[in-house]
C-alpha cells in the first residue's frame, strides 16, 4: 500500500457497470453525529458518538443506450441500491460500499452543448458506507471457478461483510461462495470452508447485488469462488472483515 | 493374562454446517473437491474443521440420532 491517485476507479451499481459513464465523485462521505452531553461540571464540551451516515454522489454522463444508466438511474428506484466504488481494479485493493436510496438524477445543460447529471446516494439499510477490500473485479469465469485468495494476515472473531455484484451469465445456475482458509499458503492450496453464499443467480439472469452478513470467526485467507453448473458469469466480489471496535460490533 | 492390544482404526468423520450454510451449497474445498453436509469427509483433517465443527466423528453422529 502506498500514496495513489484516484486514476483507474470503479462504480458498479446494483450490477451495472456504470464507471464509463461517470465523469467524478463529488462526495464519497463516511460520517458520524456527535451527542453533546457536556454538564455544568465540565469546562469543555464533551460528546459522545451518534448516527453514522453515508453517502456517493456522483457526476454522470447522459447515456441513453439499451441497458446503460440512463435506463438504470432514470428510474429512480424506490428499493435500496448497492454500490460498490474500486479504488484499484487490484484484487485486495480498498472498496467502498454502500446500501442506499437513490434520492435524485438531476441535469444541468450547457450553455456550451455539454449535459452534466448528478446522482446522489445516501445510506437506507441502517449501515453506513462502509469500507473493504476487493476479492474480484469484474471477472468472468466460464464455468467454476477460485480467485486467488486475499491474505488479511491473521484470523478474526467478529464476522464479516461480503458485496457481490453480479453483472451478467450466459446458462446455468450460478453459485457465489466466500471461502476462507487457515492453511493455504498462497492463496489457493489448503483446505477452504464455505464462509457466506450468496443467493442462487438463474435465469434470466438479472443483473444483481447483494450484501451478506457473515458472524463468527474469520480464517486469515479469504477468496471469491464461483460454483455450480452455468457458463459466463461476470462478477464483482469483495469483503469487509469486521472487528470488535466497529460500529456494528459495539453497540 | 495380558489381552492383546485393540487396533487404532481411522474414524470417519461426516461433514456438518455449522455456519448454517444454505442446503445444496458446499461446505468444505480442497482443490477441486467439494463436500456437503453429511458427506463422508475424507480429505486431510486439520484442528481447525475439527474444532470448528464443520467435520463430526462418524460415532458422535450415530449417538446423537440415539
Known amino acids: ?251 | 493374562m495380558r489381552s492383546l492390544p485393540v487396533p487404532k482404526t481411522k474414524a470417519a468423520y461426516i461433514v456438518a454446517n455449522p455456519r448454517g450454510i444454505p442446503a445444496g451449497r458446499h461446505i468444505l474445498r480442497v482443490g477441486d473437491k467439494r463436500w456437503y453436509e453429511g458427506d463422508r469427509y475424507d480429505g486431510p483433517l486439520s484442528d481447525r474443521l475439527i474444532q470448528g465443527g464443520f467435520v463430526v466423528e462418524q460415532d458422535k453422529v450415530n449417538d446423537g440420532e440415539k
Not at chain 1, 429512480?76 to 434520492?103: H, R, Y
Not at chain 1, 464479516?160 to 455484484?165: D, E, P, R, V, W
Not at chain 1, 477452504?192 to 443467493?199: K, M
Not at chain 1, 463468527?216 to 469462488?225: D, M
Open chain 1, 1 to 251: 500500500m502506498a500514496k495513489s491517485s484516484g486514476i483507474g476507479q470503479r462504480l458498479f451499481l446494483q450490477g451495472l457497470d456504470v464507471s464509463g459513464d461517470i465523469g467524478s465523485f463529488a462526495s464519497l462521505r463516511s460520517s458520524m453525529q456527535t451527542l453533546d452531553v457536556t454538564s455544568i461540571q465540565d469546562s469543555a464540551m464533551v460528546r459522545i458518538a451518534g448516527m453514522r451516515d453515508g453517502e456517493i454522489t456522483f457526476n454522470c454522463f447522459f447515456n441513453n443506450a439499451t441497458a446503460e444508466t440512463h435506463d438504470a438511474l432514470a428510474a429512480l428506484p424506490t428499493t435500496n441500491v448497492l454500490a460498490l466504488m474500486l479504488t484499484s481494479t487490484t484484487a485486495g485493493q480498498p472498496v467502498i460500499a454502500l446500501t442506499a436510496k437513490q434520492v435524485n438524477y438531476d441535469w444541468v445543460r450547457g450553455q456550451d452543448g455539454s449535459m452534466a447529471g448528478t446522482v446522489q446516494l445516501l445510506a437506507a439499510s441502517g449501515v453506513p458506507l462502509e469500507y473493504g477490500l476487493l476479492l474480484a473485479a469484474k471477472t468472468t469465469h466460464a464455468s467454476a471457478t477460485d480467485e486467488t485468495g486475499i491474505d488479511f494476515g491473521a484470523q478474526t472473531t467478529a464476522g464479516a461483510i461480503g458485496y457481490l455484484q453480479h453483472f451478467s451469465a450466459a446458462s446455468g445456475t450460478v453459485e457465489y461462495d466466500l471461502e476462507d482458509s487457515s492453511d493455504s499458503t498462497d492463496g489457493d492450496d489448503g483446505a477452504w470452508v464455505n464462509l457466506g453464499a450468496f443467493s442462487d443467480v438463474a435465469t434470466p439472469y438479472a443483473a444483481i447485488a447483494e450484501r451478506i452478513e457473515i458472524s463468527g470467526t474469520v480464517e486469515r485467507w479469504v477468496r471469491a469462488s464461483t460454483n455450480g453448473t452455468f457458463t459466463t458469469a461476470v462478477f464483482a466480489m469483495a469483503f469487509r472483515r469486521l472487528r470488535a471496535t466497529d460500529y456494528d460490533a459495539a453497540a
